[in-house]
């Protein structure tokens, strides 16, 4: 059995499909975790997110900041953006049973390899969480997306403030914090003031801000922690990091990790893409 870890796919189900073809992967011997964002700037979210719901078990999902997107658009609560390629998936038949699907995925998973943590999530970590916590605040999230009171939240959930963790925090401000750091976070100071802005590379951080990864004495540095999100951060494999998103909708690769017994082995595969869109 093999464990794939795959960065950002956006939309772009060719360049999975040419990708799970690469791997031999068998949903009988195989598992599979996607990092998020699945959907949106590609050419054709709709067979994406067939395509993984057809991998049943074998795959699980995160839900990145283009998924909780779609949710939004789907329920009235945010415009369809100038660059998004929702309008098909919005459009087809099965769009009900793909958004169900869809809000089922999680927001952080765990696995124990070698003795060792693997924190797989979308975006980044609070420096005061620990995997433990990091854990608890998805399943927070999760419960309320899986919820009758999924359409509230995402009128609730759109904004940049609070801007920092706080124990105390209760109701629409803590799950706000909770789904920024998890799907958007890039940048943070050492206290976890959460940036926005910036969407460059780690070189582009305003003075006081530092790449979420790199913040000292945060709370997850002896896991390894598995993402997508930052395309111009590219990919990077060091022993407590593992970035995923290397632009394969801009004309990068869709890349693929796979796990081995340890999380020191590690095997990077990636597939060349042609650009659905244009940076900028």
């Known amino acids: 059995m093999a464990l794939y870890l795959?960065?950002?796919?956006q939309g772009c189900d060719a360049a999975l499909g040419r990708m799970l073809h690469m791997l031999d992967f068998s949903p009988s011997?195989?598992?599979l975790v996607l990092l998020g964002d699945l959907v949106n700037r590609g050419p054709d979210s709709a067979a994406v997110l067939r395509r993984v719901h057809a991998l049943g078990g074998?795959?699980?999902?995160?839900?990145?900041n283009h998924d909780l997107h779609l949710l939004g658009v789907a329920h009235g609560v945010r415009k369809p953006g100038r660059r998004d390629t929702l309008a098909g998936l919005l459009a087809a038949p099965d769009r009900e049973a793909l958004l169900d699907w869809l809000r089922q995925q999680s927001m952080a998973l765990h696995r124990r390899i070698g003795g060792r943590d693997l924190l797989m999530l979308h975006a980044g970590v609070l420096p005061q969480w620990d995997v433990a916590q990091t854990l608890a605040c998805a399943a927070e999230l999760e419960a309320v997306l899986r919820s009758p009171q999924l359409g509230e939240f995402l009128h609730q959930m759109y904004g940049n403030e609070p801007d920092r963790w706080d124990d105390g925090l209760r109701?629409?401000?803590r799950l706000r914090v909770i789904v920024n750091a998890l799907t958007r976070l890039r940048l943070c100071t050492a206290e976890g003031v959460m940036e926005f802005d910036t969407k460059d590379d780690a070189a582009s951080a305003p003075a006081g801000f530092m790449p979420w990864f790199d913040v000292p004495g945060r709370r997850t540095a002896d896991a390894t922690i598995a993402f997508g999100h930052w395309s111009t951060?590219?990919?990077v494999s060091r022993p407590d990091l593992l970035a995923t998103d290397t632009g394969c909708v801009w004309g990068g690769c869709l890349t693929a990790v796979r796990i081995g017994s340890t999380l020191d082995e590690r095997e990077r595969i990636e597939v060349h893409c042609e650009a659905a869109q244009q940076p900028g």
Request: aromatic residues 4%; negative net charge.
């Open 6 to 9: 795959i960065g950002d796919v």
């Open 29 to 31: 011997r195989d598992q």
């Open 233 to 235: 951060l590219g990919y």
């Open 171 to 173: 109701g629409s401000a």
């Open 58 to 64: 074998a795959a699980q999902s995160l839900l990145g």
